[in-house]
Every structure is written in C-alpha cells, then in structure tokens.
C-alpha cells in the first residue's frame, strides 16, 4: 500500500515536498515513481529511484527544479519540488514496480491515491 502527501496550494516559485510512505511489504527492492495527471491530460512520468542503490531518473519539465530522494528506514519517498510552475499543476501519484525504471504508467503494480498540487501564476 502507498501512501501520498504534501500537496497543496502555492504559488510559482514556491517549493513543496510530497511524500510518499510504502506499507505491507518490502519495498527495498523496489523502483518507486512519481508520475502526475493534469485535467484532460494522460498520467505522466515525473521523477523515479531505484531503492537499492538509489539511481534517479528525471522528465525533462522538471530537471533541475525536483528532486527525488529516499529513507529505505521508513519506507518512504520523497518529491522534492523547487521553483514551481503553473504548468506543474496536477494530481502527483506515487507508483512501485518490482525494480526497473519505467516512465509508461502501466509498468507499475502498485499505486499511491493522489495528492493535488495546484500552483498559482
């Protein structure tokens, strides 16, 4: 089970941190993503770590401005967002596959329930 928090209201260039807490198995094995859903767009892929090892895959949107990180001690993941946009407006998702990086949504087994993010211009 994946758990997701830490969205909100902010403006651009605020920062947020969303979280994502894992329960009922071990994850730490596991590739863990973030991916995010605006209205009438497809889920995409925003940021993604390889538990064991701790390798960190990007979309180019937000390069440079996010940054994934992990406490394998708490079964959490966490969605550092910098510098924010209106365009980052979306529900973010947290997502967990059995190891490899995906960017396509339906690579992934497990998934959060959501968390608004809406940034205002």
């Known amino acids: 089970q994946l758990q997701a928090s830490g969205g909100g209201l902010v403006q651009a260039e605020d920062s947020l941190r969303l979280s994502c807490a894992a329960s009922?198995?071990?994850?730490?094995?596991?590739?863990m993503g973030w991916f995010r859903q605006a209205p009438g767009k497809e889920r995409e892929f925003v940021a993604g770590?390889?538990?064991?090892?701790?390798?960190?895959y990007y979309a180019d949107p937000v390069k440079g401005r996010f940054s994934i990180s992990r406490d394998n001690a708490k079964n959490t993941v966490y969605l550092q967002m910098n510098s924010l946009k209106p365009e980052d407006t979306a529900v973010y998702y947290c997502?967990?596959?059995?190891?490899?990086?995906?960017?396509?949504?339906?690579?992934?087994?497990?998934w959060g329930q959501g968390t608004q993010v809406t940034v205002s211009s």
């Open positions: 997502a967990a596959n059995q190891g490899s990086y995906y960017s396509t949504a339906s690579r992934y087994d497990y």
């Open positions: 009922g198995r071990a994850f730490s094995s596991y590739f």
């Open positions: 770590i390889r538990l064991s090892g701790g390798s960190t």
